[in-house]
């Protein structure tokens, strides 16, 4: 019995290969919402965004960096190609004669010199100013903490407590309990995390010191 090659090519263009359409894996969430706490704006809604864990936060925060300096440096890649070919330009007296093929050579060697040493200077500017623009947003983003982990501002709240008299720290500990206190935060800032989180620490921690802050 013959095949009919017609309905034998329609069915190739049906197959799978040739029908299903692939999508990249979708970028998972930087942040979750979490319900805001009491100190939170209540115009601004009943969620806050924050991130996961402090490990999460850290690796954003060098991501945003890596990202902003190799943007800077290609940016800076190209002004000095230009600048050093302005710097490396011949006079104009040797464009009336006849160019040399030692003159070319000095003028590339010129340009490669210029170039590394533009670019050297460059990458340590674009290395403060990534710096710089993820410090602040990065310093006030919100990180989820569990149960019973406590901000910077929670532990002066309880050194503040243990030197009440006892009526005094029970009452303000019931207010704290009864009134959705702080002691059952689920989120806090990045900058109250600094000196009690190795990940926040080991960025806010040495950024802050670098730039003075």
Same mark, same amino acid.
């Given at each position: 019995m013959a095949t009919d090659t017609s309905v034998a090519g329609n069915a190739d263009?049906?197959? /799978?290969?040739?029908? +299903?359409?692939?999508?990249? %894996?979708p970028v998972p969430l930087l942040r979750g919402p979490l319900p805001a706490g009491p100190s939170d704006d209540p115009l601004s809604g009943p969620y806050v965004l924050a991130f996961r864990d402090s490990r999460a936060w850290a690796s954003a925060f060098a991501a945003c960096e890596r990202k902003i300096v190799e943007q800077c440096e290609e940016g800076a890649r190209i002004g000095c190609a230009v600048s050093a070919s302005r710097r490396c330009m011949p006079p104009w007296w040797?464009? =009336? @004669? @006849? /160019?040399?093929?030692?003159? =070319?050579? $000095?003028r590339e060697e010129c340009e490669v010199r210029e170039m590394a040493e533009c670019l050297a200077m460059a990458k340590e500017q674009c290395v403060g100013f990534a710096r710089d623009k993820c410090l602040v /947003?990065?310093?006030? @983003? %919100?990180?989820? +903490?569990?149960?019973? +982990? =406590?901000?910077?501002?929670? @532990? +002066?709240?309880?050194?503040?407590?243990?030197?009440?008299?006892?009526? $005094? %720290?029970? =009452? %303000?500990?019931?207010?704290?309990?009864?009134g959705g206190g702080d002691l059952g935060v689920t989120n806090c800032r990045a900058s109250e995390l600094v000196g009690s989180d190795y990940y926040v620490q080991c960025i806010l921690g040495q950024r802050q010191h670098g730039t003075g802050n």
């Open positions: 263009g049906y197959s /799978p290969s040739s029908t +299903v359409i692939k999508f990249d %894996r040797k464009a =009336l @004669a @006849a /160019p040399k093929l030692s003159d =070319l050579k $000095e /947003p990065f310093r006030d @983003a %919100r990180i989820r +903490v569990g149960k019973g +982990v =406590l901000s910077y501002k929670d @532990a +002066v709240k309880l050194i503040g407590w243990a030197s009440m008299s006892g009526s $005094e %720290r029970s =009452l %303000r500990l019931m207010g704290q309990l009864g």
